[in-house]
T-cell receptor
């Protein structure tokens, strides 16, 4: 039973489109995150939610909008996709803000 | 902001060799984790180690928080150890968990 699951695994789309990535965790954790991994493998935090409340918004363009309908879910919606948005997006969860992170398997987004 | 530096950036070893990976950080932290990203892209949490020493099979880690560094030891390397090893830290004064740029490890058969 997967602890942190992301869908879809791959996403190929054209510039200007709007797309969403879904994340669900079944660990009962309070905190969820979105990270972006670029082509050089650098992992950068985008958002953090604790108990459905936005804690961190790391100067991400407002084309990116996270949404947490409940503690187990954190979805990422991206408007007006750009070439530079191509990356692997990872969802993660932790029991609280100072706990080990558990990552999903990532969503590889390719914008053409 | 906090600097998280990992060394070496790249490491190529023969199967069976031992290695030490280092993570230096520039501020006080209350959260330090080591991750392995395998060739399939999965990120696996190896250790949660804000201080002290832990061991898990052939892997062990030590964090000296007062001197702002952590070490990851891999003994008797296997080809399945190949991948990228990341150190991630969380600041005492912040809620962010920041990743270093990683050490790329390649174990030759």
């Amino acid at each position: 039973d997967t602890a942190v699951s992301q869908t879809p695994k791959y996403l190929v789309t054209q510039m200007g489109n709007d797309k969403s990535i879904k994340c669900e965790q079944n660990l009962g954790h309070d905190t969820m995150y979105w990270y972006k991994q670029d082509s050089k493998k650098f992992l950068k935090i985008m958002f953090s939610y604790n108990n459905k409340e936005l804690i961190i918004n790391e100067t991400v363009p407002n084309r990116f909008s996270p949404k947490s309908p409940d503690k187990a879910h954190l979805n990422l919606h991206i408007n007006s996709l750009e070439l530079g948005d191509s990356a692997v997006y990872f969802c993660a969860s932790g029991a609280d803000l100072n706990s080990p992170l558990h990552f999903g398997n990532g969503t590889r987004l390719t914008v053409t | 902001g906090i600097q998280v530096e990992q060394s070496p950036p790249d490491l190529i070893l023969q199967e069976g060799a031992n290695s030490t990976l280092r993570c230096n950080f520039s501020d006080s932290v209350n959260n330090l984790q080591w991750f392995h990203q395998n060739p399939w892209g999965q990120l696996i949490n190896l250790f949660y180690i804000p201080s002290g020493t832990k061991q898990n099979g052939r892997l062990s880690a030590t964090t000296v928080a007062t001197e702002r560094y952590s070490l990851l030891y891999i003994s008797s390397s296997q080809t399945t150890d190949s991948g990228v090893y990341f150190c991630a830290v969380g600041l005492i004064r912040d809620d962010k968990i920041i990743f270093g740029k990683g050490t790329r490890l390649h174990i030759l058969p």
